[in-house]
């Protein structure tokens, strides 16, 4: 089976070079899919697109407000889908949603995969509830990428390590999206590389540059969800966005590993 | 009271779920993963708790002294009469609190403190778990934070008043719907930030496994007591029926506890607005699997009732199970039913039950005037709590 999102980071870490894999909450303005093209032309790695759910467990109120933004557009996965298949975007897509939505639709994994979606993350199943969902996966060819936590223990690390598809992801803080990055993402990323070879990417609270740049001296790069949503909320731009995340690229280069 | 002997528990009726925490194929434990260390501390803390004859001592003590339990049994003579049928009542409206609520609470507050925590967060609706646990923290000597929807906080001003005055904080919740659903959401998103001091004291039969289990067994009191009370009243020593309102469904798990090695026929009542079983579908929400009603994309529906507490889209996971197996049956009863039962009770035994209370007499009471159920049948009805909450509610009503 191929592995699209993980050969892709892969191939963006060599030369210690940072990976940057930036979030959207899918359809937040009718010109979503903009953004996408954006992120791609600007430096990211990977682009993670959150399917919006009615009760989002792990989002703090940015993404709460932009799930709760895209869902009052009436959006549905369906048609969220069938908007990123149309659309070019070369770099590689991975879904964030709950268990609801992914359980409601017994083709969920085949959809992605025929949208183009090749990565999928979802929060709420942790990996000794992975089991069903990492074969359906599998059978479409979607890497369940599974999250670690700083209260993970070390046998629990381990699993989750070798359960993960595509790279793993961990949990910076204890908190939700939005929080402020901490410290303890650091030693877990280091944890985690010592037990794998997948790419690990930090993720939650990185706002700034210096966030992103601390972060990646632990892991193999970034994930920015929070920090670029609340810009979006607040009216910005599709080009205005990809210069945000273009800084962010310059800076992570400019640093060194 | 004497003592009877007891058939053997069917082990595979409302027993222990075992660490997936399955009934059947409902329940598990879908948290993210920074919830998942928290949970299993609970698990084996709650294991451990339950099996020690001196924890088990102590809930019993405070349940007496400060619960005031046992609850009475009062037969309802004059509905009884009127429908033809043997209602008795398990008078949960005597509870201190004035529901079932606060057996789940004292015994999760004594488990918080036992497990070295210093604080409670909980979720509420209509303020009842909210109140109960905020009385539960202030008699431990805890502190309590209570998460309320911001629609829930004006409709329920007078319970946010009285968790202040028992010392509590009360947060409003703005995100989503503004209710249950999102406190319990956000509830959730509070714990993963200070697992180390606080435990989580959910208020019903649901959530990630240990609780839906655990719940009911701190809510089996109910269940147990009747049974013995029953034994006592009933020259059959079983009612034919046992009967519950159910939202999550604890007051209904722990009366059902009681019965479920028996042959009585148990029936849970859904409010015709969020009934879970009646219309939902399989779903995961806040940590479980069960049915949920929601909307055809998957996103978590909005229940409406005239009932706060049956104001939520799930249902217990045991619940499900105890449908999927026929062991249990669950039916619904519309708002246009439930005043109407409430003044019926009020009028014939001088108790004015809470609207979630009258859903279960309200479906007796059709079910008695339908003809289904048999003729001096004996009918137990667990009244989880009493009206005086709902007062507000019954006047604009009227």
Known sequence: MSSIVEDRLRYGRTGGRSLLVPYLTGGIRPDWISYLQEYARNGADAIEIGLPFSDPILDGPTIQEASDRALRRGVTVRGLLDEVARAEIDVPLIAMTYYNLVAHSPSFC????????????????????????????????????????????PDRLAEIARASRGFVYAVSVMGTTGARFAASGGRLAGDLRRLTDRPVLLAFGIATHEDAVTAAESADGVVIGAALMRRILDGGTPEELGAVLAGFRTALDASVR | ???????????????????????????????????????????????????????????????????????????????????????????????????????????????????????????????????????????????????????????????????????????????????????????????????DEAHYCLGSVMGPHPYPWMVREFQRVIGDEARRQCAAELTTGIPDYVVACVGGGSNAAGTFAGFADTGAQLIGVEAEGGAAIAFGQV???????????????????????????????????????????????????????????????????????????????????????????????????????????DVATLMAAS
């Open chain 1, 110 to 153: 085949g959809d992605l995969a025929a949208a183009g979606i090749r990565g999928l993350i979802v929060p709420d199943v942790p990996v000794d509830e992975a089991l069903p969902l990492a074969a359906s996966a599998e059978a479409a060819g979607v890497e369940l990428t599974l999250l670690a936590a700083p209260t993970t223990p």
């Open chain 2, 1 to 195: 009271m004497t003592e009877i002997a007891l058939p053997a528990p069917a082990a595979s009726v409302m027993s222990d779920p075992g660490s997936p925490g399955r009934f059947g194929d409902h329940g598990g434990r879908y948290v993210p993963e920074s919830l998942i260390p928290a949970c299993a501390a609970v698990e084996e803390a709650f294991r451990d708790a339950w099996a020690d004859p001196r924890f088990r001592r102590d809930l019993d003590r405070l349940l007496a002294v400060h619960a005031g339990r046992p609850t009475a049994l009062t037969p309802a003579w004059r509905l009884s009469a009127e429908l033809g049928v043997n209602v008795l009542l398990k008078r949960e409206d005597l509870a201190h609190t004035g529901s079932h609520k606060i057996n789940n609470v004292l015994g999760q507050a004594l488990l918080a403190r036992r497990m070295g925590k210093t604080r409670l967060l909980a979720e509420t609706g209509a303020g009842s778990h909210g109140v109960a646990t905020a009385t539960a923290a202030a008699l431990l000597g805890l502190s309590a934070t209570v998460f309320m929807g911001e629609v829930d906080m004006e409709r329920q001003a007078l319970n946010v008043y009285r968790m202040r005055m028992l010392g509590a904080e009360v947060i409003p919740v703005t995100g989503g719907t503004r209710t249950l659903k999102d406190a319990t959401s956000e509830a959730m998103r509070q714990w993963v930030t200070c697992v």
């Open chain 2, 283 to 389: 779903g995961v929400l806040h940590g479980f699997r069960s049915y949920l009603v929601q909307d055809e994309n998957g996103q978590v529906a909005e229940a409406h009732s005239i009932a706060p507490g049956l104001d939520y889209p799930g249902v217990g996971p045991e619940h499900a199970h105890l449908n999927d197996t026929g062991r249990a049956r669950y039916v619904t009863v519309g708002d246009a039913e439930v005043i109407p039962a409430v003044r019926r009770l009020a009028r014939t035994e001088g108790i004015l039950p809470a609207l979630e209370s009258a859903h279960a007499i309200a479906w007796v009471i059709r079910a008695a005037e339908s003809g289904e159920l048999p003729p001096w049948s004996t009918v137990l009805v667990t009244l989880s709590g009493r009206g005086d909450k």
